[in-house]
């Protein structure tokens, strides 16, 4: 036998009886806790490690004027707005403090704590992190939280008793992520579509829940027909002043003010808007924010059309009023796109959806572009577009070409 197919038969042999890796030297448990006090704008969050085998380096990516004052007793240092942890042994543990109150605009606030509830997102509280392992070894994470007598908490997440366990992914460490409310809480709960779906939000705010749970209802079947990947468990949080007065997507989660319509006069939906954007996970790069806020506005017209919210004369004079507006817009590329920048993304959509229909005998829909960039996930650029719609039409769309994107609509 050949020399080199001598010693891969050795190698073979010895993979074959070599003992699979045990639990422990695959697993670590990381356990997150925070601690919550009325009226107090600071929490104290703390992360524990432990196993047989921990991971040689963790480094967090900080906000500075959010997270601050990290402790451990194992080696930690600090460059701008990195932090860098050594555990050490078979537990380790830091702590630092999360700013939770955040004014998002003069007087209005998209994270709080009051002397009678808190609201903030949980991938906010805890920095992206960076672990340096062997490539076996997986944290398993649960986030809990330490809260004042007589209150409760309600993530994106399952609950097992007072912990909330972050299912598995690819990373060393599962971030937590997505909304959090916590009080004296009042929640609705229902499957819808085989969603599990639950609005929650603090006893007396005022909020619809089941006005809420009745408009999903009728629209989250259409919505889940467009992405079939939606996420199976759907948390809505809602409160009233001095809260942000719209709504705001994260993981699996949204928050809603408790006076926004579920319907706004102009036929659009916040609501379906911060849906779209949950099911699709997608954000623009630095001149594409009209792409993921186009899509959101598209299908919160589109879906209510579908569900028989809004009738078809109502859905076109919504679709005239935005190409009216979109006028206002000559160019559908930059790094924040809202009012008739997102008009004219919406009008260019609706161009895109004809022209595919057009070129594929009705075949695929701009529903198949939604869902493939779904699919993906990330960061989205105008180039990422054009080749997905590219592989469904069969062909270049003269709809997403850059020239017409950056010209009025009809010129």
Not at 61 to 77: G, K, N, V
Not at 130 to 141: C, H, I, M
Not at 243 to 263: K, N, T, V, Y
Request: hydrophobic share 40%; no cysteine.
């Amino acid at each position: 036998m050949h020399a080199r197919w001598r010693v891969a038969g050795l190698l073979g042999a010895l993979v074959a009886i070599a003992p699979p890796l045990s639990a422990a030297d695959r697993f670590y448990d990381a356990a997150f806790r925070a601690e919550i006090a009325p009226r107090r704008p600071v929490m104290r969050v703390e992360l524990t490690l432990s196993g047989d085998r921990l991971p040689s380096r963790v480094e967090f990516l900080i906000d500075p004027e959010r997270h601050r004052a990290f402790a451990s007793s194992d080696p930690l240092s600090r460059s701008g707005d990195r932090v860098t942890w050594s555990p050490q042994g078979k537990q380790a543990r830091i702590t630092y403090e999360f700013v939770a109150t955040n004014e998002r605009a003069p007087k209005r606030y998209d994270s709080l704590v009051t002397d009678e509830w808190a609201i903030f997102r949980a991938d906010k509280m805890v920095p992206r992190i960076n672990v340096t392992s062997r490539r076996s070894l997986k944290g398993k994470t649960t986030l809990a939280f330490s809260l004042p007598k007589g209150w409760s908490a309600v993530t994106a997440y399952p609950q097992e008793k007072d912990v909330f366990k972050i299912p598995d992914s690819e990373r060393r460490i599962d971030r937590p992520e997505g909304w959090v409310l916590a009080g004296r809480l009042g929640e609705r709960s229902q499957i819808i579509s085989g969603i599990q779906t639950i609005v929650a939000a603090p006893e007396g705010e005022g909020a619809r829940r089941q006005d809420i749970l009745a408009f999903l209802n009728w629209n989250l079947p259409h919505l889940k027909n467009v992405f079939p990947k939606f996420p199976r468990r759907l948390l809505i949080v809602s409160a009233g002043d001095p809260m942000w007065r719209g709504g705001l997507s994260g993981p699996a989660s949204l928050f809603l003010h408790s006076e926004r319509p579920l319907i706004s006069e102009n036929r659009t939906s916040t609501l379906l808007h911060e849906l779209v954007h949950v099911a699709m996970g997608i954000r623009g790069d630095e001149e594409s924010d009209w792409i993921p806020e186009g899509f959101a506005e598209y299908y919160s017209l589109e879906i209510l059309r579908r569900s028989g919210g809004i009738g078809r004369n109502r859905y076109e004079d919504a679709m005239q009023r935005m190409a009216r507006w979109a006028r206002e817009s000559p160019s559908v590329f930059t790094g924040e796109s809202s009012g008739a920048t997102t008009a004219r993304a919406v009008i260019a959509l609706r161009e895109v959806d004809a022209e595919i229909r057009t070129v594929t005998g009705g075949r695929a829909s701009l529903d198949d572009l939604a869902a493939a960039l779904a699919q993906e996930r990330g960061q989205v650029s105008l180039e990422l577009l054009q080749g997905h719609a590219r592989k469904i039409a069969g062909r270049e769309l003269v709809s997403l070409q850059r020239e017409r994107l950056s010209s009025l609509p009809g010129d």
